[in-house]
Nanobody
Framework: QVQLVESGGGLVQAGDSLRLSCAAS????????MAWFRQAPGKEREFLAT????????TYADSVKGRFTISRDNAKNTVYLQMNSLKPEDTAVYYC????????????????WGQGTQVTVSS
């Protein structure tokens, strides 16, 4: 089993930056990749980015490419999502996931989920 705990969410203004963290514990050696998703009220969960645990290869959804950056610190078993130039439409609950299958929205297969952290962007 792998446990994931997100942190770093909050209320910010449009144009601000925020960095989310996702700390992994348990059988982290079984993780192939980590990912960030978000879910806004009334909408489906949306893929944002993935990063491979070993070599740090990243992929992004077009909607966040250039604004969001996923990174990891293997020594801390932590994945980050740096979010810049935030917009009101970025308001959502942000989730991290651990899994395998590949990277990117099509290939990544989430196996473990965190509890989510709320990000609210005011205009």
């Amino acid at each position: 089993q792998v446990q994931l705990v997100e942190s770093g969410g909050g209320l910010v203004q449009a144009g601000d930056s925020l960095r989310l963290s996702c700390a992994a514990s348990g059988r982290t050696g079984t993780i192939y990749a980590m990912a960030w998703f978000r879910q806004a009220p009334g909408k489906e969960r949306e893929f944002l980015a993935t990063i491979t645990w070993i070599d740090g290869t990243t992929t992004y959804a077009d909607s966040v490419k250039g604004r969001f950056t996923i990174s990891r610190d293997n020594a801390k078993n932590t994945v980050y999502l740096q979010m810049n130039s935030l917009k009101p439409e970025d308001t959502a609950v942000y989730y991290c996931a651990a899994g395998g299958g590949g990277i990117g929205a099509v290939h990544f297969r989430p196996k473990y989920w965190g509890q989510g952290t709320q990000v609210t962007v005011s205009s």
